[in-house]
């Protein structure tokens, strides 16, 4: 099993950039695909990104698609969050994910996660 810590979580004002960092240990890190997922109060989790083993695939949704960029650095087992451009509506705990399943974007859920980091808090002020 793998552990994460995230990091990097904040207030920033509209149209500003965070970085998040999601550092693993415990298991091969790079034999994970992973993930960021949010949640806004009162709001569903939904799936923000993921990137491949190799970081050579990645995935976003629409909503955060040209202003998000996941990336990983599988010798410091760390996954990282871009964000820029952000709006208020990305306001949401941001947590970062681990699994071993490989699955079309779209279809990734809750259920498919083997580890989950603790979640960051990231507002977005207008």
């Known amino acids: 099993q793998v552990q994460l810590v995230e990091s990097g979580g904040g207030l920033v004002q509209a149209g500003g950039s965070l970085r998040l960092s999601c550092a693993a240990s415990?298991?091969?890190?790079?034999?994970?695909?992973m993930g960021w997922f949010r949640q806004a109060p009162g709001k569903e989790r939904e799936i923000v990104t993921t990137i491949s083993w190799s970081g050579g695939n990645t995935y976003y949704a629409d909503s955060v698609k040209g202003r998000f960029t996941i990336s990983r650095d599988n010798a410091k087992n760390t996954v990282y969050l871009q964000m820029n451009s952000l709006k208020p509506e990305d306001t949401a705990v941001y947590y970062c994910?681990?699994?071993?399943?490989?699955?079309?974007?779209?279809?990734?859920?809750?259920?498919?996660?083997?580890?989950w980091g603790q979640g960051t808090q990231v507002t977005v002020s207008s």
């Open positions: 415990g298991r091969t890190f790079s034999s994970y695909v």
């Open positions: 994910a681990a699994t071993e399943v490989v699955r079309p974007f779209g279809y990734y859920s809750d259920y498919d996660i083997d580890s």
